[in-house]
């Protein structure tokens, strides 16, 4: 049986958050994974088609560059500027466990 595309395109809405959930936990860095996977679990479940597709965009970038923009100390791409990346930039959504 052949794999899904990377864009998750073809799968349902519940298999598509899964997946990015997964993608989002599982960066290579423990920073990229609470940085990017906290905000999956604090704004995923209330995403559309249109957030979805940016999020997967988004897990297609390497982490520095994605850290570096939620940091400052990068400038955001147009393609990724807006109220997601708002959110992203305000890390209000970080919990790292003690």
Known sequence: MPSPP???EGMDHEDRLRRLKYRAWH???READYMIGCF???YGAEWGETEIAWFEKLLDEEDVDIMGWALGTLS???EYAGPLMD???KLDFVEIPR
């Open 76 to 78: 955001v791409p147009e």
């Open 40 to 42: 999956f679990d604090r």
């Open 87 to 89: 959110a992203f930039c």
């Open 27 to 29: 960066r290579g860095t």
């Open 6 to 8: 990377p864009s998750g």
